[in-house]
Structure formats: C-alpha cells, structure tokens
C-alpha cells in the first residue's frame, strides 16, 4: 500500500519531482533577460541591421553596389526618416486606423467563426448544408473579394471590415472544426456516464478541448488579417470615407515620399503583427493553464 | 501506511451487484463487409467478485466494454444490471479506459469532482469532503492542483481510479488500465488495486490481456474466444484473498496459469491468421459524427 503511494520512476516522474524543491524567487522578465534565447535574439537582429547598413553603403565607400540590397537605403537613413515621422499625428492615426480594423475584422471572425466551427463540428445536418459552400468559398483568396465587397458595402471602410472578416474567419473555422473532431471519444463517454447532458458535454469536454485549436487558429488568422488589411488600405486609398491606415501610408510614401519611409511603413507593420500575435499567445496562455506545462 | 483504513463515504455502500450477459451478439459493417465481433455471449459477474476477462488481443473486449457500459448496444441479446436491462451509459457502471482519460484541462480534483458536481446530486461540502477523503486514499493529497499531465502514469490511474469511485457505481469497468505502464509502476498498481477491492469488494468487470494479472486479481477468470467472440472457458482462481505477489510463485496459481495460458494460445493462434483490429477504430471514428 505505502509502495504504491510512493509511485517510483514513471514516465512523468520528473515534473512532480521538481515540485519539492523551493523554486527560486525570479521574476518572468530577468529570467527573460537572462535566457540564451534572448540573446541569440539580440545579436541576430544587430547582426542583421549592421549587414544591411554595410550592403547598402558599399556603393558610397567603394563604388561597387551589392546588388538589390543596394538600392534599398540604410538603416540610418531609415531611423532617420522615422524619427522625423514619429512626431507627425498622421503616422500614429495610421497605426490606430490598420489595428483597429484588424481588431474589428479579427472579433467578428471570432465571434462568427468559432460557434460555426463548434456546429459542424458537433452537428451532422448543419455540418452536411453548410460544408459544401463553405468549402467552396474557402480557397477564394480574401484580396479576391475586395472588388465585389466594394460593390457590396455601402461605404470602403464596410468593403475593408469585410475582406479582413473574411481573411480569419476562413482559417479560424477549420481549425475549430479539426479540433473539436480530434477530441478523444473516451472524455465525451466518461461524462456521459456521469450523466451529462448535451449542454454539459458541449460546455465542459467539447469547448474546453477545443480551445488549444481556437488559440492555433486565432494567432494564424490574426497574422492573415493584417496581410489583407494592408492590401486593402492600399487599393482603398486615403478618401473621405474609409481609407488611411499603415497600407495607405507606405502607398502614399511609395508615390509620394522616400523609400526610406516606405521601409518605416513595413518596420512598423512588423512590430505591430510582432505585438498582434504576443497579445494572442498571451491570452491562450492564460486562458490554458495547462498547456504551459506540456 | 495506513492509507487502507475504511473511509466512510465509500465502505458503506459494498455493491450487491449482479451483472449479466444473455447471449449478446454484435457485428459491424453491412452485407459483404458484415463481421461479427461478438456472438452468443453469456456471463454473469457475481456480485462482490472480480471477474476478470482475458482474450487474444483484437478479439473484442473493448467492443465488450463498450456494451456493458450502454456506450454501444447489442444487435441482440440482453445486458441486464440486477435484472433491469441497461440501455446507456449511466454512473452505475464506471469505466476506467485504457492508458488515461482524465481530462488535461481540469486540475486532479476537478477531474475527481467532476461527476458528483455534473449531476448535483449530493451537497458541494458532500462531495468536497469525499473527494478529500478518496484522493488521500490513492495517495494523491498533495497532488490535488496538478494538472494530469504533471502526474506520473501510476498517479495518473490512481486518479482515474478514484474519479470512479466518487461516483458510487454498482459495477466497476476496467477496460485494460494498466496497459501502458512499466513493469515497476505496473506491479504497484496492480497490488493497490487489489488491497482497495479487497476493502469494499465492489462488483468488478476488469479485461486484461495479461494472464498474470488476472490471476492475480481475480476470482473468476473469463478466457475469451478468437473472434467472433464468446467465452472459451471460466476458471475459479481459488487463491486465497489477501492477495500478494508470492501466491504467483505457488504450484496453484502456476497450474491456472498453464491452463489459461493454454487456451490463448490456442485463441491467438487463430487469430494470427486474421486481419487485424481496424474495425474498432473505424467504428470510434464512425461514432463521433453522430
């Protein structure tokens, strides 16, 4: 009886053996500080920005330009451009103007999209009616909707919302779709033999089980969403009515001002896609706390 | 060490009862494709006994499992639980699945309360304080806000174990629990398991395909047919309770285990020259788009 209790070199012993140990006290962000990771982080980036200074101001030093990376500006010019930029309001509506279409575009999709998941998923008839077209719009790359959406909706910002709706609202289905499928069988039978109800099973195996692939599909939609909200900024224009945003400043820096803040443009997309997915990540962690432990 | 005292919640209601088979058949696929899994299946699980079924495997007796626990219905024959016929799943009968099923997303305790707390059916206090009580037993206390994947697979089953038992059943499923296990954790489990039916002596259905461990637990040893499956034979294993390792070593428990083994070897010969198992897995998958 007591041998049994002790429990002896099982497959995951060593989580539990860890426990017994006093952890020491160290806050999230030195150990973030401290981690290999980090720093490997931090030398490839500086690494890159200084190849990229180099490429671009060989034809200065030498007179030989690399080829491609030669015609793009350094990165001095580039900070340069942003720091003139980064005091300009028009820059920072453009950054509030994209995230709050990604924003919006994403939570719809969400909202929409994971309840539709769940019904095919659970549900035969609603599964065998609305599969099909489903499946027939899906590969429609969102940038193809953008013409008939401006057709449809009343005012660009609408055709805008809807095309970005549309970028993570495909990807966000399916994964909620493959993930309620792949739910072991075993969880629904022990709570059926506890006597659940459809209810319990679907609030307390089925969307619980589920969540690992809602938070899989939301990061790959919300990375999809700021790709086609750009295309979107950029076909749309800067007009009275809609328009504006990080697409249409790196349009307007390409027609109108320098490369360098066509770069500022891109740089700043990155960083908020960077903050975009964080945010996702964030959430799924808090809202799983068990697959931190995986 | 004195993890095995009675605990009131639990000792009190020793299960009186009677499970039984009447010829229960059950087959899958339709016309050409038909194959029979089970046929003229008859057996009775006295009360207050382990009765532990072995077969060749691939021979159905997850397909068994799944009948008596009202997951799957017979085409026909009858499952009847103290002569009322079961006609679905419900926590008279518990099932503890193959390798683990706890929940990952519920921490110990929540997969412990889990049912008592579904259906409402007893006080919270109630059902915290006996889930307490159960946890200890299997050695779990300090275990309580892990979740199942920090747990170690022996832990794992203990907790399966006793999110079972909080449910009071009358006839306790074991479909192959330890399967999965190493050797070591294996063996301790097997004398746990033992010690705590040996307490409450609650009716048990336990399918193995490990012959010394079913002579090990049981009181009657069900050896299964090749497929399609029915009972081949039943031995009494007359060991005397309680259990411990050495009886396996007795002349007794050798001559059982020539026996049983005898007819298996016979089964899994039979069963060699047949395809595999793929029909319960499509079977499974077929079920999760009802």
Not at chain 1, 167 to 181: D, E, K, S, Y
Not at chain 2, 45 to 64: A, D, Q, R, W, Y
Not at chain 2, 80 to 95: A, E, S
Request: hydrophobic fraction near 45%.
């Amino acid at each position: 009886m007591s041998e049994a209790a002790q429990d002896t070199g099982t497959a995951h012993g060593s989580h539990s053996s860890g426990e017994t140990t006093a952890p020491k006290k160290r806050s999230k962000l030195s150990k973030a500080l401290t981690s290999d990771t980090f720093w490997r982080g931090i030398v490839s980036l500086i690494g890159f920005v200084v190849f990229w200074e180099v490429c671009s101001q060989m034809k200065n030093w030498t007179g030989v330009e690399v080829p491609w990376i030669g015609k793009v500006p350094p990165p001095t010019e580039v900070v340069a451009a942003w720091s003139e930029i980064f005091w300009y309001k028009g820059y920072w509506e453009s950054w509030y103007l994209s995230t709050a279409r990604v924003f919006a575009g994403f939570l719809m999709a969400m909202i929409v999209g994971i309840p539709f998941g769940l019904c095919l998923a659970v549900n035969k008839y609603f599964y065998d009616i609305f599969f099909p077209p489903f499946e027939i719009l899906r590969p429609i790359p969102p940038l193809a909707w953008v013409p008939a959406s401006i057709v449809f909706w009343p005012t660009t910002e609408m055709s805008i919302a809807f095309v970005t709706f549309l970028g993570a609202f495909f990807t966000i289905v399916i994964n909620v779709l493959g993930g309620a499928r792949t739910i072991d069988i075993r969880y629904l039978r022990v709570a059926q033999s506890m006597g659940a109800t459809q209810w319990d099973l679907f609030w307390k195996i089925i969307l619980p089980g589920t969540l690992p692939s809602i938070f899989t599909g939301a990061a790959v939609g919300m990375g999809i969403t700021w790709e086609v909200v750009l295309a979107g900024e950029m076909l749309s224009g800067g007009g009275q009515q809609g328009g504006g945003g990080l697409g249409f400043f790196i349009w307007s820096s390409y027609m109108g001002g320098t490369v360098a803040q066509v770069i500022v443009g891109m740089i700043s997309i990155g960083i908020a896609g960077y903050l975009s997915s964080t945010f996702i990540r964030y959430l799924g962690s808090i809202s799983m706390p068990w697959r931190k432990l995986f | 060490m004195n993890t095995n005292t009675a605990i009131s919640g639990t000792s009190g209601d020793r299960s009186q009862a009677t499970l039984e088979l009447k010829n229960v058949n059950r087959g899958f696929g339709d016309d050409w494709s038909r194959e029979e899994i089970i046929t003229d299946f008859s057996l009775t699980v006295h009360p207050n006994e382990l009765t532990v079924i072995v077969g060749p495997s691939g021979c159905g007796k997850s397909t068994l499992v799944n009948l008596v626990a009202g997951f799957d219905k017979p085409d026909s024959g009858e499952i009847l639980l103290d002569d009322k016929p079961i006609t679905g799943p419900g926590h008279d009968r518990m099932v503890v699945f193959q390798e683990t099923a706890l929940m990952p997303w519920q921490t110990t305790r929540a997969n412990v309360v889990f049912g008592p707390k579904l259906r409402g059916d007893r006080s919270n206090a109630d059902i915290e304080a006996e889930a307490d009580q159960l946890l200890d037993k299997v050695g779990l206390s300090d275990f309580k806000d892990k979740y199942p994947i920090q747990l170690s697979g022996g832990m794992q089953r203990r907790a399966e174990l006793a999110r079972a038992m909080i449910n009071h059943p009358l006839v306790m499923i074991m479909d192959e629990p330890f399967r999965g296990l190493d050797a070591m954790s294996r063996e301790l489990m097997q004398e746990f398991f033992v010690r705590l039916f040996e307490e409450n002596r609650r009716t048990n259905l336990f399918v193995t395909s490990e012959i010394e461990e079913a002579i090990f637990l049981a009181d009657r040893v069900v050896v299964l047919s090749n497929r399609p499956t029915s009972v081949r034979q039943i031995i009494d294993i007359k060991l005397p309770r309680p259990r411990d390792f050495h009886m396996l070593s007795s002349t007794e428990a050798y001559e059982y285990k020539r026996e049983a083994m005898e007819l298996l070897h016979e089964e899994a010969l039979k069963s060699f020259k047949r395809k595999g198992d793929q029909s319960e897995l499509v079977e499974a998958f077929d079920k999760r788009s009802e």
